[in-house]
């Protein structure tokens, strides 16, 4: 099964906190335990899995079909 078939099973209000909730997480972590070497890499592997949900949104299927319709509307 791939990933990305995982996460279209989510609610949009899901795939936003899988995102954002290791990321805060990390930032809150940093805050608490000040800067060291973990925190570091938490804070690195957090911003790169928010980027790659961010980058991917758009070939997400409910994102696919409001492009869709965007252009649709645009080129009618």
Do not use: C
């Amino acid at each position: 099964m791939h990933p990305t078939i995982v996460l279209q099973e989510f609610s949009p209000y899901a795939r936003v906190t899988t995102a954002v909730l290791p990321f805060a997480a990390a930032i809150l972590l940093r805050v608490i335990f000040g800067k060291n070497k973990l925190t570091r890499i938490l804070l690195s592997i957090s911003t790169t899995w928010f980027a790659i949900n961010v980058l991917m949104a758009p070939y997400s299927t409910g994102m696919q079909q409001d492009l869709h319709n965007l252009r649709w509307i645009w080129h009618r």
